[in-house]
């Protein structure tokens, strides 16, 4: 699969968390943890199962940085 989107970060699926319609799909991304909130119909598609490896995509049109003062 080609993507343009550049920030592609593996990671692994801890937690498939479902609900009616949404899921939220906690992965762990070498110690940071990311939530993906996609539809139920999404997970299964994907056949996602806790302890699958996938790549998280980020595509944003904004990004905030912060520092400490």
């Not at 699969?1 to 498939?16: C, H």
């Not at 598609?45 to 940085?65: F, N, Y």
């Amino acid at each position: 699969m080609k993507l343009s989107a550049r920030n592609q970060i593996p990671a692994r699926i801890t937690a498939i968390n479902s609900g009616e319609a949404i899921a939220n799909v906690e992965l762990d991304a070498g110690g940071v943890r990311l939530v993906a909130s996609i539809t139920v119909e999404a997970v299964r598609q994907l056949g996602l199962t806790e302890g699958a490896q996938v790549i998280a995509v980020v595509k944003a049109s904004d990004v905030m940085v912060a520092t400490a003062d």
